[in-house]
């Protein structure tokens, strides 16, 4: 078989493999017919929960939605995120709980108390069918360490408004976390630059 005849046979092939995979593709789209809002959990211990969180509001703020966000732990230092939303999306209702590290506070009644006060701002965005997206960062921490009560906000995770779309961000978040959610990823730390002592960057880590 000469050259011309081996690339004929491979583009056949090609045309007749992505044929195939169209074909499974329209499929799932064909499939997906339900219309509603989605809940996002974002989980692992690997670098760009957040960042994908941030992404997805990105994309939201180019269809004019309007926005929720509640950072929790967060707060103390400034990030990329909130001085560009601050200053340049001013529609978007932005919060942090602002207490930095719990294991910075060392003081679990402190934490409790800004936790409450953070969740009854998120838990009124959850209840508001104007916000298309509400991110809750880092709010499995708040479970983990048991400062808001697990029952309380899958509650208000399940009835939300039918069309907000919700991210839920953070290591771990429990097994009821994982079953309310409709789509769950897990981050894996293959390397991280912080462990070969290069300190964090504006713009990559901050």
């Keep these: 078989m000469n050259i011309k005849d081996q690339n004929q046979t491979k583009d056949n092939l090609h045309k007749k493999k992505m044929k195939k ?3 499974n593709i329209d ?3 064909d499939a997906a017919n339900i219309k509603r809002g989605i809940g996002v959990l974002l989980t692992g211990n690997g670098k760009g ?3 994908s969180a941030f992404g997805m509001v990105m994309r939201s703020l180019g269809y004019n939605y309007k926005i929720g966000i509640v950072q929790f732990i967060k707060g103390q230092q400034l990030s990329g995120e909130e001085i560009y939303l601050r200053d ?3 529609d978007v209702t932005f919060h942090q709980m602002n207490t930095g590290f719990t294991w910075e506070t ?3 009644t402190f934490d409790t108390a800004a936790a409450e006060k953070s969740w009854a701002i998120a838990e009124s965005m959850l209840q508001d069918e104007s916000y298309h997206l509400v991110v809750l960062d880092e709010l499995t921490y708040m479970l983990s360490f ?3 009560d697990e029952g309380r906000i899958i509650n208000s995770l399940q009835n939300r408004p039918i069309e907000q779309s919700v ?3 953070g290591r771990g978040g429990g097994s009821a976390l994982t079953e309310w959610a409709d789509t769950v990823s897990e981050i894996k730390e293959i390397k991280h630059a912080y462990n070969e002592g290069i300190m ?3 713009g990559i880590d901050l």
Aim: net charge positive.
């Design 21 to 23: 995979l169209k074909k």
């Design 88 to 90: 340049k999306c001013p």
């Design 200 to 202: 964090a960057r504006k």
């Design 106 to 108: 060392q003081d679990r």
């Design 167 to 169: 991210v839920v961000t």
């Design 27 to 29: 499929a799932s789209i």
């Design 49 to 51: 929960k957040s960042t």
């Design 146 to 148: 048991k400062y808001l």
